[in-house]
């Protein structure tokens, strides 16, 4: 009889809302059986693009599957291990290399500099079983208290909650692979808890973009990747690793991107109007694997959208999100409906694209009130 390879992790689906798949690695060691979701999501299959982005899908989860049975292999994962085994900031270490790995920089640089505060506030051998409410409570002070900021001076609200938010998030990573019992977070009072300010979605009016539009950039994959967001609504880092192949013709002359989000994992199809297919540069010799933006180092990109802005007159702080917000604005203020917006966008609630059709309802008003009195 041919004896079987045993494989300690497995790749499991389960069925959420909408005929989708959530999967999740079933991992066995130690004894223990683990369930790990990866926020990766199978659609249901209706089209061509559904089945290749399944593909894509389960080619990422495949990836993760390989990268989790070395780990297990190697000993790096802390699954089976007991809290006052674990060293916090080594696990902390194991999950900013996984952000990277996975391609979420933003969510690799915060826990980096989490885990710099951390070794300021606690130069102390810190284990995963120390963080208790007190802990938490102590950490916060840390955070709110002059020179917490590397430059000087304190750190902005905004920072403290994202530190507070990520910090949480992998406790509860850490309950979820049996780490511990219970986070420790749920235990503070909302009180206690940083609060996040809501900001005024910065966006461009259609005569704005007109300027952008007319004004030099000193870098034209800075301007063509930003105009293109702004008839587009993609976000940074969908937009700086679309390649050749995302751009699909559907019909004589009409073209759709077709692409994961990095940020949801989640599926978008976006028709290309005429004015974002003039922000597409030439393609050349490039295959389907180029890029078609390629950037320089993302922190230099902000200095030329400043000079650019203020080249067009733009009195408002540039972001690349700004066109995206942008993108959605125009969209609701010329009548398109906020369930296509929703979509265009990849938003996972229609409750976050609510928020824009208020920005264009007040849009609407002051065009209104533009209007000259008669008598």
Same mark, same amino acid.
Not at 226 to 244: A, E
């Given at each position: ?188 009072? !909302?009180? %206690?808890?940083? &609060?996040?300010? @809501? #900001?005024?979605?910065? +966006?461009?009016? $259609? *005569? ?47 073209? !759709?991107? %077709?692409?994961? &989000?990095?940020? @949801? #994992?989640?599926?978008? +199809?976006?028709? $290309? *109007? ?63 409906? $906020? ?37």
């Amino acid at each position: 009889m041919k004896q079987r390879n045993f494989s300690p992790v497995h790749i499991r689906t389960k069925k959420i809302a909408k005929g989708r798949q959530s999967i999740y690695l079933d991992i066995v060691t130690s004894g223990s059986r683990v369930r790990e979701f990866l926020g990766l999501h199978l659609v249901p299959e209706t089209t061509r693009a559904d089945r290749v982005a399944n593909r894509a899908t389960m080619k990422t989860a495949e990836e993760i599957r390989a990268k989790r049975i070395v780990e297990l292999m190697e000993g790096k994962v802390g699954i089976g291990k007991k809290p006052d085994k674990v060293d916090l900031l080594e696990w902390f270490e194991e999950q900013r290399l996984y952000y990277y790995d996975n391609d979420n920089m933003n969510y690799s640089k915060t826990i980096h500099n989490l885990i710099r505060h951390l070794t300021i506030f606690h130069p102390r051998k810190l284990m995963l079983s120390d963080v208790k409410p007190t802990f938490i409570r102590k950490f916060l002070e840390y955070l709110r208290s002059d020179g917490a900021n590397k430059f000087g001076g304190r750190l902005c609200d905004e920072t403290i909650y994202t530190y507070f938010t990520v910090f949480s998030i992998l406790m509860n990573k850490a309950v979820r692979l049996e780490l511990i019992i219970s986070n420790p977070f749920h235990k503070l009072s !909302q009180a %206690e808890k940083p &609060q996040r300010r @809501t #900001k005024k979605k910065e +966006y461009l009016t $259609l *005569s704005e973009v007109k300027r952008m539009a007319e004004a030099e950039c000193d870098d034209w994959r800075v301007k063509y990747a930003f105009m293109f967001c702004c008839f587009t609504g993609l976000r940074y880092i969908d937009v700086s690793r679309l390649k050749w192949k995302h751009i699909v013709e559907v019909g004589e002359g009409k073209y !759709q991107i %077709e692409l994961i &989000q990095q940020k @949801t #994992k989640e599926p978008v +199809y976006i028709p $290309l *109007s005429a004015n974002a297919l003039k922000w597409l540069p030439e393609r050349g010799y490039d295959g389907r694997e180029n890029y078609i933006y390629k950037f320089r180092d993302r922190s230099i990109i902000y200095d030329y959208l400043k000079k650019w802005g203020d080249a067009a007159g733009i009195d408002k702080h540039l972001t690349f999100h700004m066109s995206r917000h942008t993108c959605a604005t125009l969209l609701l203020y010329y009548g398109t409906d $906020l369930y296509t917006v929703s979509k265009i966008l990849g938003h996972t609630s229609i409750k976050t694209t609510q928020i824009y059709a208020k920005i264009a309802d007040e849009m609407k008003r002051t065009a209104v009130q533009n209007i000259p009195d008669i008598f």
